[in-house]
């Protein structure tokens, strides 16, 4: 086993890596910003070194400054959690000329997922369903235009280079294709230096749902179930629950087996995500993400098996330590990602200062985060404050679960979306499962935001009111879930 590993990243995920590494006896080396001098994280580690200031291009992404402190520290390993270098092939490339281990998958793969017509193509040829499209990148506009009235209107134009979204087009005549093409095109040249586009049948109201899988460097690969993911806003998912309401067993074996032989043939090792979209009790496959995911406790949930812990093992050179069939779901999970922004203005970001917190615990209950009172949400990194994570013995404890965490949090000196969580979990809809990508707009969900706020506005005055006082009388009135007062409403 490796004896020292950095951990290139930050907040809750570096935490959540350093965890696994201290249960596998491994020392773990810390990297921050300037922004980052006092978090939680650079604590937790061992040993921690200052890499540049607060803008990740400087720090997070300073490949340079990052080896010189992996090689002065000694680590062997490093693990690049999510977002920042994690699916940046050169970075594991470079791992690779510096004879340290990423941890991941191989660069060449990250690469071939990175190329999403490369990915759409292997996964077909593996047997995996998918859109209807082009299989190459759009070169002339008339042969798009044949193939678009082949597949039928409407249709999307994706970068290939792209994936969460950026830049795509939904093309609903073939008047508005050329346009659509070239707009594409130039943002895909502008985002990702690369203008390759491609065209796929455009699937009204699809919902999210991404399998888990492992594999290691034998061969050996198995699939952790799947997550479902439609709750999103702007391609940023807010809630996930594993399984997923939709899944049948049959269905889940299909898939699961299909893919499971697809990341095998295309040689692939450590954790990795396949994206479904599921419409009209179809799955077709999207892309692969070739990372360890925000969203992965719902699956260590829901499966027992610690994903951080199977992928510093794998890329040690361990086989997996579960076979298929020691998966099955054991009741259900949900995630709520809590974030400083605000749902009643467009969910902008609302960094600032934790002047209360407190998160909930209890039975059944997760908390993933790197925060405390007094910290400081940076506008310079994303907003999540916490990854807040429940389970039942089955959907409906769940959510009463999720409904009861909700209400024990204390967050005072920051907006948050504590309250469009609250709303999506009394919600009809959302309890019955019927979920779309487009769950928020179709149910109105920002018109029960605001009521829920509106409802809990008296509690969150009383709350601000009472940080003049003790601790003991904050925490005597738990039910004053004051998660909707501004900065400048608070006294201390
Ligand atoms: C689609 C689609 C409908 N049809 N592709 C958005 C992010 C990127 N990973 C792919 N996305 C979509 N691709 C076809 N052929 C709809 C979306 C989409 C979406 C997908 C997942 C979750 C939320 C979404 C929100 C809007 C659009």
């Given amino acids: 086993m490796f004896r020292k590993v950095l951990v290139a990243n930050r907040g809750e995920i570096a935490i959540r890596i350093m965890r696994a590494c201290r249960e596998l006896g491994i020392r773990t080396v810390g990297v921050y910003s300037e ?3 006092n978090a939680l994280f650079a604590k937790y580690a061992e040993e921690s070194f200052f890499i540049g200031p607060a803008p990740a291009p400087q720090s997070y992404l300073n490949m340079d400054a990052i080896f010189e402190v ?31 281990t990423f941890i991941g ?23 995996l369903p998918v859109v209807p499209g082009t299989e190459e990148g759009i070169r002339d506009v008339n042969r798009a235009i044949s193939t678009a009235e082949d597949i039928g209107y409407p249709v999307i134009i994706k970068a290939s280079a792209g994936g969460g979204g950026i830049g795509m087009r939904i093309v609903r005549s073939p008047d508005e294709l050329a346009h659509a093409i070239e707009s594409a095109q130039s943002v895909a040249k502008s985002t990702f230096g690369d203008s390759t586009v491609y065209m ?8 999210h749902i991404e399998f888990q899988i492992l594999a290691d460097s034998e061969g050996n690969a198995i699939h952790l179930l799947e997550r ?32 499971i032989e697809a990341v095998r043939s295309i040689g692939y090792s450590n954790a990795g ?35 951080v812990k199977e992928q510093i093992q794998i890329a040690c050179g361990a086989r997996l330590s579960y076979t298929q069939e020691e998966i099955s779901p054991r009741g259900w999970a949900i995630e709520c ?51 807040l994570t429940v389970s039942g013995r089955d959907r409906k404890e769940a959510i009463a679960r999720m409904q009861r965490a909700l209400y024990e949090y204390i967050i005072v000196g920051v907006i948050t979306n504590i309250p469009f969580h609250k709303a999506v979990m009394g919600n009809a809809n959302f309890r019955k499962g019927n979920l779309s990508t487009h769950f928020i707009d179709n149910n109105n969900i920002i018109a029960e935001v605001a009521r829920v706020v509106e409802a809990e506005k008296e509690k969150g005055a009383t709350l601000a009111s009472a940080l003049g006082a003790e601790d003991r009388k904050v925490a005597a009135i738990t039910a004053a879930v004051a998660t909707y007062i501004s900065a400048d409403k608070i006294q201390k």
């Fill in 35 to 37: 922004a980052d001098r």
């Fill in 70 to 100: 992996a090689h002065a520290a000694g680590a062997e390993a490093i693990h690049p959690g999510y977002g920042f270098l994690a699916e940046n092939s050169d970075f594991a490339k470079r791992c690779e000329k510096e004879g340290i």
């Fill in 105 to 127: 998958p191989p660069c060449d793969v990250i690469d071939a997922m990175g190329d999403k017509i490369a990915a759409r193509k292997s996964m077909k040829a593996a047997g």
């Fill in 200 to 207: 796929e049948k455009y699937l009204e109201e699809p919902r």
């Fill in 228 to 259: 479902e993911c439609s709750i999103q806003r702007r391609h940023q998912k807010l809630i996930e629950e594993a399984p997923s309401p939709v899944m049948t067993p049959e269905m889940r074996k299909e898939i699961g087996d299909t893919a």
């Fill in 273 to 307: 995500t396949l994206e479904f979209l599921y419409s009209k009790g179809r799955f077709y496959f999207l892309e692969m993400n070739t990372r360890l995911q925000v969203e992965h406790p719902i699956t260590e949930t829901v499966t027992g098996v610690d994903i």
């Fill in 337 to 387: 990602r809590i974030n400083a922004e605000d749902p009643l203005n467009n969910f902008v970001p609302a960094p600032g200062k934790l002047r209360r917190y407190r998160s909930p615990g209890g039975p059944g209950v997760r908390v993933d985060s790197g925060v405390h009172t007094g910290y400081t949400i940076s506008p310079f990194y994303d907003s999540l404050i916490s990854k």
